[in-house]
């Protein structure tokens, strides 16, 4: 029986769409190829080869058609991050991208408008420095940042000297035009003072829009700078040509000098203003960054304190935490009593008590007692850490409605310079007037703008992803946050999620009359395990016991065996009694009445292989609902989602609780291997789904899901697995994740939709002379501020609880 494995290579030389077709259909037509997709945007494809035969094969293909291929290196990839300066709007990070995917052994690349970063995928082998090399031979300057290192904080706004002084060089040149209305005519200053003022404008303020522009150029590429550079300089040329050269008449023709100056100062005013907006998208990264402090009160062996750097710090050192200030490392209480206030993790103003034995946070508020803690984490991997690094890697990220947006400005700015010299040659051919055709294709120059584009999804992304953070919900990427707009049905594990997670022995039921018998059997299957039953039991039981079991078995999703004085004991539920055959007839009427009350049972059974299974008795569990459950279910309906409950418990016990709670549907009994297959199941009849749960065994169903939502308070495995995860466990931020994701791509959609706007009504308005060069400036330079100004508004959201 022959098998398939998936390979992944790099394919250089792509252009477009009919690339993509040709290849794929090549590498179908290859012998032992099963299946073949291939990805323009990343440059690659991922091919399914039958065993037996060579990948060689699948590279001749390739390059027979004019191509090149080359397998991705099986080692393990390396994550890079960058920052860059110098890009300008939408075609910079469309041209950064296309010279990372170039860059040998770069497997994928994503750079970020708003952030002024880059994240990229690199093969093993291959050293991060030759990436700052290809982008600093595009025209830009690129920095690595170092690994759990938190990103630097924005840089300040640039200076505002350069706007005040080009507007008081332009306001004497466009003061005339603006009082010609009101009478005053003949005010216009001579040629030769308009081009005094005009020229260090154009040359000395401008000259930053001059040096972007020749880089493009030098890279065959165009961008934003270039657009303003080309047409304030087509404005300001014609205005010297029409003073040197006068017309037939000896009277100068039309001067233009107002325009160019007025364009460039307001482009400046209006980058200005964009990175002044673009540093408040950063507010929560910067407010988190700020909850750490510097140092921290080392205890030394001879019991005096010194204050030293965190990064001094090594696990197991003593701590000391005075009242009211912030706990500098995660650790684990040695001395002490005291209450803290973690809400810039969780987002929920309450006093925890913590006492020896608690875990505390880095970043909390230490309120009226004195704490020793043992430091459990360094500063690099501290929880606050890694809160900070998986925000900047989601504002980071780009969502998939981006990539649609880089490809349209990839084209965008040779679109224009074609428009507008079709603008010039329109006019000057039907009007008979080169000079009206010159401005006119001014101002298609200036209204253009790829920059709104490129900040449109990115900096909603941002203020999204912090505004979140700030209430508890940690969205781990963009595609996450993306597709919880869409999740129609959200399904929860029960224990731990809707209910407490720690359950109670209530009943004990022995056959004999013998519950302390009952009690100590079960003790001793379940000493040592973890598990939320097995911890009620032990609870219950006394410490000092007469039995002890050997031979330990877990039956995962079934229950537990072992062997207790040379008796072979199953302790499980009912699952594990049918696969046993037991007969559980004798105490049916005591499971009924528990399952209607809505609890667990577990039976305990004594099987010999000379005899048939006996039954020794029954358990049976409960736990208490969380008391936001309800009301996380009824904020879900709100928000025309279904609600499903996914629990390995009976079916009646778990329909118990899915009435109280009022969720539409219940899929009990389930294994737990068996959850990413119901799943996959609600997937395939058309539904959106996220999964909510925090266990180990719900790691697979969170991966499973298209949005994987883990409790904070669960393992460190689902919360790995899942793109979304919760600072506390209340079910309420489920509603809340999905409400600030719609939030957030609605923000999305109307900054795309004014982007868009500018541009497909602005520049056939300047293309037919219907648009004056200088408020076509303004526009441009205002429509980039408006787009992260609407995002900004989205720091307004906050949880509406339900009574």
């Not at 988190?288 to 750097?309: H, K, M, N, S, W």
């Amino acid at each position: 029986m022959s098998s398939n494995r998936l390979l992944k290579f790099d394919i250089d030389g792509m252009s477009c769409a009919s690339c993509v077709s040709h290849i794929e259909n090549v590498l179908r037509n290859t012998p032992g190829v099963v299946n073949a997709n291939v990805n323009l945007a990343m440059e690659n494809a991922q091919v399914t080869l039958q065993d037996g035969h060579s990948e060689a094969s699948i590279l001749a293909a390739v390059n027979a058609a004019g191509y090149q291929a080359r397998q991705v290196n099986a080692l393990a990839d390396t994550e890079v991050k960058m920052n860059i300066q110098g890009m300008s709007c939408a075609s910079c990070v469309a041209h950064i991208e296309s010279v990372l995917l170039a860059s040998h052994g770069v497997v994928s690349a994503a750079v970020n408008l708003a952030t002024e970063t880059a994240q990229v995928v690199l093969k093993a082998g291959v050293a991060p420095s030759t990436l700052l090399d290809a982008i600093a031979a595009a025209g830009y300057k690129a920095s690595l940042v170092l690994a759990n290192s938190p990103a630097p904080a924005r840089e300040s706004a640039p200076a505002l000297w350069p706007i005040w002084l080009g507007a008081l060089l332009s306001l004497p040149l466009v003061l005339p035009m603006l009082l010609e209305p009101f009478g005053f005519h003949h005010w216009a200053l001579a040629a030769w003072i308009q081009f005094l003022l005009a020229t260090p404008v154009q040359f000395g303020l401008g000259a930053r829009f001059y040096r972007s522009a020749w880089q493009a150029v030098r890279n065959r590429r165009g961008n934003m700078d270039l657009l303003v550079a080309l047409g304030t300089s087509a404005a300001y040329g014609l205005s010297v040509y029409h003073w040197l050269f006068e017309s037939s008449t000896g009277s100068p023709g039309a001067l233009y000098f107002e325009a160019s100056s007025v364009i460039v100062t307001l482009v400046l005013l209006g980058k200005w203003l964009e990175s002044r907006a673009k540093q408040e998208t950063t507010a929560a990264i910067r407010a988190l960054q700020a909850l750490r402090p510097a140092t921290a009160r080392l205890r030394q062996a001879d019991g005096q304190t010194i204050e030293v750097a965190l990064e001094q710090l090594r696990l197991g050192d003593l701590v000391l935490i005075l009242p009211g200030e912030q706990v500098p490392v995660d650790g684990v209480v040695r001395e002490g009593q005291s209450e803290q206030d973690e809400s810039m993790l969780t987002g929920e103003s309450i006093l925890i008590n913590k006492e020896i034995g608690s875990k505390v946070t880095g970043g909390a508020i230490n309120h009226d007692g004195v704490l020793l803690v043992a430091t459990t984490a360094l500063s690099t991997e501290s929880t606050l850490s890694n809160i900070i690094r998986m925000v900047e890697d989601a504002q980071a990220g780009k969502a998939q409605i981006q990539r649609l947006v880089d490809q349209v400005s990839a084209v965008f700015v040779p679109v224009v310079l074609v428009l507008a010299l079709m603008t010039c040659l329109g006019w000057w051919y039907w009007g008979g007037q080169l000079e009206t055709g010159i401005v006119y294709a001014v101002a298609v120059l200036v209204i253009a703008c790829p920059c709104a584009l490129g900040l449109a999804t990115p900096t909603a992304i941002m203020v999204g992803t912090g505004v979140a953070a700030k209430f508890g919900i940690l969205i781990k990427d963009a595609a996450a946050l993306e597709l919880a707009h869409k999740v129609d049905v959200v399904v929860f594990d029960k224990t731990g999620t809707l209910t407490q997670g720690k359950p109670s022995l209530v009943q004990l039921i022995a056959l004999d009359n013998d519950q302390t018998r009952l009690l100590e059997l079960a003790a001793a299957l379940q000493r040592g395990s973890e598990h939320p039953l097995a911890q009620a039991v032990l609870a219950k039981a006394d410490e000092q016991q007469r039995f002890k079991a050997e031979n330990i078995q877990a039956l995962p999703g079934r229950g537990i065996a072992g062997e207790i004085l040379g008796t072979q004991y199953l302790l499980g539920n009912q699952r594990l009694m049918q696969e046993h055959h037991v007969d559980t007839a004798a105490m049916q009427q005591a499971h009924r009445q528990a399952q209607a009350n809505g609890q667990t049972v577990s039976w305990l059974v004594a099987q010999n292989e000379a005899q048939s299974p006996k039954l020794i008795g029954m358990l049976a569990f409960s736990d208490q609902l969380k008391s936001t459950a309800k009301d996380a279910i009824i904020q879900l309906r709100a928000l025309q989602v279904k609600t499903v409950m996914l629990s390995g418990d009976n079916r009646a016990a778990a329909l118990r609780v899915a009435e109280q709670l009022g969720i539409d549907e219940v899929i009990a009994e389930v294994l737990p291997q068996e959850k990413a297959l119901h799943i996959e199941a609600i997937r395939a009849r058309g539904h959106v789904v996220a999964m909510v749960g925090d266990g180990v065994n719900d790691a697979p169903a969170l991966a499973a899901a298209d949005v994987g939502i883990a409790m904070g308070t669960g393992a460190d495995v689902a919360m790995h697995v899942a793109g979304v995860t919760l600072m506390r466990g209340d079910p309420q931020l489920v509603s809340q994740t999905i409400e600030v994701s719609r939030l957030t791509y609605r923000k999305i959609r109307q900054n795309l939709f004014w982007a868009f706007i500018f541009n497909t009504i602005g520049i056939p308005l300047a293309a037919f002379g219907l648009l004056n060069p200088m408020i076509a400036g303004g526009a441009m330079a205002f429509s980039s501020v408006s787009v992260v100004s609407n995002a900004l508004l989205l720091r307004r959201w906050g949880p509406r609880r339900q009574k």
